[in-house]
């Protein structure tokens, strides 16, 4: 498939992440396929630049689990797979169960205002934009704020980590407009439940709010192995 590359000048970030930014989206968007092998030289004279950043990018693209590096062959687009799905959502799962039990406990007055001001601004998001990137990063937001009043640096440093392999999946979800209104409302009842101190329901709402991601790009993946 022919890709329409092209590198986005920022100023504000090095040439690095700009690369890396610009491939990642090209894989999100399917413009490179599973399997597809990524060609350092290719790439460099695609986007003009040299083959540094281009491996710079490459590592960090397999830490997302977006690309595998085969041997002997190199690197190429990974497939999403329902074992990889679930072993990433599991571990998820459990940490978020702790992040929103310890939001329940230790979240300020203003990190609740903030919570409430995500979850405005994803449903915004949502209705404005066709970029799924974007939307997916108003998600991130959102649950950035209850990670951030958990006041557990560990905790906040393993689900930042784990972030990377989720993403791939968040954009598979969100790629299906029937989900939005279901996430929207899953949201609300989960910053309802925080505000409240309600643990038990804040982590029902949270674990619901997972499995239903996990079904849904599961049937994607088994529709499209069929």
Do not use: W
């Not at 790439?43 to 960090?60: C, D, Q, W, Y």
């Not at 990433?88 to 929103?100: C, M, N, P, Q, T």
């Not at 954009?171 to 925080?194: A, C, G, M, R, S």
């Amino acid at each position: 498939m022919e890709q329409n590359l092209k590198v986005n000048e920022n100023e504000y970030l090095p040439l690095r992440d700009v690369v890396f930014n610009t491939l990642r989206q090209a894989i999100l968007r399917g413009e490179f396929k599973p399997g597809e092998r990524l060609m350092e030289i290719q790439l460099a004279n695609k986007l003009g630049v040299s083959r540094t950043p281009i491996r710079e990018a490459i590592r960090k693209l397999e830490l997302e689990g977006l690309v595998i590096m085969i041997p002997r062959k190199g690197a190429e687009v990974a497939d999403i797979t329902e074992k990889s799905l679930r072993d990433v959502l599991e571990v998820r799962k459990a940490l978020e169960e702790l992040a929103v039990q310890l939001a329940c406990e230790k979240i300020t007055q203003e990190e609740l205002e903030e919570l409430e001001k995500a979850g405005e601004n994803f449903k915004k998001v949502l209705k404005r934009s066709k970029d799924i990137t974007e939307v997916a990063e108003a998600d991130v937001r959102f649950h950035d704020v209850i990670y951030m009043a958990t006041d557990n640096q560990k905790l906040i440093h393993l689900l930042n980590k784990l972030r990377e392999q989720m993403y791939r999946y968040r954009v598979e979800y969100l790629k299906n407009p029937d989900v939005h209104e279901q996430l929207t409302q899953e949201h609300e009842e989960i910053v309802y439940h925080i505000k409240r101190r309600e643990k038990v329901e804040a982590t029902a709402v949270t674990c619901q709010h997972i499995d239903n991601q996990v079904s849904a790009v599961t049937d994607k993946i088994r529709t499209k192995n069929n």
